[in-house]
């Protein structure tokens, strides 16, 4: 899979890595049991320091997505994938939340609002978007 | 033999200096980063032409001074100046490089190349899967050629002569003996070794070298690199396993009289297929694969990360943040070292040491 990373925006690398990855999977253009490039390696890659990489790695690595052997390396997990918690629905609620009061500021409607959620969903479930 | 030495030595030096301009990758120039749709910009192809006339001119002055030595005095000086001109031709390019570098640093200031594009970086996460090199296990070949002039010395241990001579001169004139003993006969073995080890050792970073990939053409520039890092890996093994068996050859002579001039072209014709090979490759292919035509190439709004501040001077990378040893030069055909990382430094040192001691050693 190729990762996208903007160096420009505001949101750090080890976040927008955690995200493409999990963006990969959703998609399915990252399998489970599919290995990722070791630490080591992707900071190479990035040009970054080694400590922004386990910080996106330890991330996906507690909430699932990923497991860290040592001999396997970085893999996608074989267990089963996170589900919807009651946690996860509480946070996905206050992170939403903030977006839609802002589009309701800006005069955005319910229906527009709606289709963008729309789009989105099936873009990324068929693994186009990837900028 | 002076004017075999500058055809087949100093006209490639002197060929690849000059073309380097035009076989870097799209997204430099002279050292400095750009979006790879000004490559093209009528500016900087004026550069690359001046730097390309002004790197010929000098060569074309130095093989006349050269010509001009070979003439009139005896081999000696013409070797003696020969070294000496290489060194100066590798300088003066590298002020004729620096003065270009600094101008393409001021029109990177001053031009809006860079207005709405995203810097943005792109890895393949499974670059590394790819097959890159060739397998190692064709290192077997210098292997077997090594340890079959080792055996081959050993066995015949009495009849080579009881002062080896270690060193000549290019008129093919002794100038170091050593004394005849097991270490001493297999110096040149030991050579052939640590070549065989060294070419491995290239081979592992043509394989492990960072990933660059050009955001504006990702699939493009993936597919440029592996075809560049292949057709290395392969060039590694041939130009490897001749210079090997090169070495066996005047480890043979000290036992069978051979005729001097079939040696001396032996050798000069293995020195000549490897470097005209180089050539070959970096003219065909070009930095990172560059100029493989795949037809496939894009022009998007992203441009690499611009880390001019890490190549200081434009050649050398200094990165402490970037745990990688091994990078792609920015200007030339080939790998440089993250001069930040000491790992890379001690290699270095180490590749450098072992020759020596095999020579102190074996005298």
């Given at each position: 899979m190729l990762l996208s990373l903007n160096l420009e925006s505001e949101t750090p690398i080890y976040i927008q890595l955690r995200n493409k990855i999990i963006e990969g999977i959703a998609s399915g253009e990252l399998k489970r049991g599919e290995s990722l490039p070791s630490v080591r390696a992707l900071a190479q890659d990035l040009s970054v320091n080694m400590h922004t990489i386990n910080k996106a790695y330890q991330l996906l690595k507690n909430d699932g997505f990923i497991q860290i052997h040592r001999q396997k390396g970085v893999v996608i997990t074989l267990d089963e994938m996170p589900k919807v918690t009651e946690e996860y629905t509480r946070n996905l609620e206050e992170n939403i939340r903030p977006l839609i009061a802002e589009s309701i500021c800006r005069g955005m409607e319910r229906e527009e609002f709606l289709s963008i959620c729309e789009k989105l969903f099936k873009e990324i479930k068929k693994g186009g978007g990837t900028s | 033999m002076s004017f075999l030495i500058l055809l087949l030595i100093f006209i490639p030096l002197i060929i690849i200096t000059s073309i380097t301009p035009y076989i870097t990758r799209k997204t430099e120039s002279f050292g400095v980063l750009i979006p790879s749709n000004v490559y093209h910009n009528p500016i900087l192809q004026k550069l690359r032409k001046q730097y390309l006339q002004l790197s010929i001119i000098v060569g074309v002055i130095l093989v006349g001074v050269l010509l001009a030595i070979s003439s009139l005095f005896n081999e000696e000086t013409f070797y003696a100046t020969f070294i000496i001109s290489t060194f100066v031709y590798i300088f003066i390019t590298f002020a004729i490089y620096l003065y270009f570098h600094k101008k393409m640093k001021q029109l990177k200031s001053t031009e809006k190349w860079f207005e709405k594009k995203r810097e943005t970086i792109v890895v393949d996460t499974n670059f590394y899967k790819e097959k890159k090199v060739v397998s190692y296990l064709w290192f077997i070949l210098p292997l077997i050629i090594t340890i079959s002039t080792g055996i081959w010395s050993i066995i015949n241990y009495d009849q080579f002569p009881d002062r080896l001579p270690m060193q000549y001169n290019m008129s093919g004139e002794v100038t170091r003996y050593a004394d005849k003993s097991i270490v001493a006969v297999l110096s040149l073995p030991f050579l052939q070794l640590f070549l065989t080890g060294l070419f491995m050792f290239i081979n592992y970073v043509i394989a492990k070298s960072k990933q660059q990939i050009d955001p504006a053409n990702p699939e493009e520039s993936i597919e440029q690199n592996l075809i560049f890092r292949r057709r290395w890996s392969v060039y590694l093994i041939v130009s490897g396993t001749l210079l090997v068996a090169m070495f066996a050859v005047p480890q043979v002579s000290f036992i069978y009289e051979m005729n001097l001039t079939i040696m001396l072209s032996l050798i000069f014709a293995v020195v000549g297929i490897t470097l005209l090979g180089?050539?070959?490759?970096?003219?065909?292919?070009?930095?990172?694969?560059?100029?493989?035509?795949?037809?496939?190439?894009?022009?998007?709004?992203?441009?690499?990360?611009?880390?001019?501040?890490?190549?200081?001077?434009?050649?050398?990378?200094?990165?402490?943040?970037?745990?990688?040893?091994?990078?792609?030069?920015?200007?030339?055909?080939?790998?440089?070292?993250?001069?930040?990382?000491?790992?890379?430094?001690?290699?270095?040192?180490?590749?450098?040491?072992?020759?020596?001691?095999i020579a102190i050693f074996t005298s």
């Open positions: - | 180089a050539l070959l490759i970096t003219i065909t292919t070009g930095q990172g694969g560059s100029r493989v035509k795949l037809g496939k190439t894009k022009d998007g709004d992203l441009i690499n990360r611009d880390d001019d501040r890490y190549w200081k001077l434009g050649v050398f990378y200094f990165n402490p943040e970037d745990p990688a040893i091994w990078i792609e030069k920015r200007f030339g055909s080939g790998w440089t070292m993250n001069f930040a990382r000491p790992q890379g430094w001690l290699i270095f040192i180490v590749i450098i040491l072992i020759p020596i001691a």
